[in-house]
């Protein structure tokens, strides 16, 4: 008498478990084994089933572009001025400042009568540079508002 060793017998019944269970997998609900079947059977015989996507050309294509508003897109941006110019290529933009015209003066009067303008805090052995000078423009703008108020 020949002994089978129990691990024999264990995996032989695994096995045989999960092709039973396999089988139910492939008979999806609503549908019997003869159905599945020829659905296969008709995938495996269909054209171009290994082939991938756009690997035999382009697609057909159908446009859902109105044609007579796509020539006259076209039409329009052929006479647009500068249509083949990037941006730049022809100098320098046209400049349009959102700053008061005053206060941009008055800032730059002040800055260009400071008495240690070009001296940096750098410059004077890392130490922080404070002006005992006074800005004569600075002087004068806050003569005007003491006078007007």
């Known amino acids: 008498m020949r002994v089978v060793p129990i691990s024999k017998i264990l995996a032989t019944t695994a096995a045989a478990w999960m ?9 999806p609900a609503g549908r019997s084994r003869a159905d599945v079947e020829a659905e296969a059977i008709a995938a495996a015989h269909a054209p171009n089933q290994n082939v991938t996507r756009g690997s035999r050309g382009a697609e057909p294509f159908t446009s859902v572009a109105d044609p007579a508003k796509v020539q006259q897109d076209a039409i329009d941006t052929a006479h647009a001025p ?15 400042s959102t700053a008061d015209p005053d206060a ?29 000078m006074p800005n ?11 006078t007007s108020n």
């Open 82 to 96: 500068n249509q083949n110019v990037t941006r730049g290529s022809r100098g320098a933009e046209p400049f349009t």
């Open 19 to 27: 092709l039973a269970g396999g089988a139910v997998a492939q008979s």
């Open 104 to 132: 941009v003066r008055a800032q730059a009067e002040a800055a260009a009568a400071a008495p240690d303008q070009n001296v940096t805090s750098g410059s004077r052995v890392n130490s922080k540079v404070i002006s005992s």
């Open 136 to 146: 004569p423009v600075q002087m004068r703008a806050d003569a005007k508002r003491s």
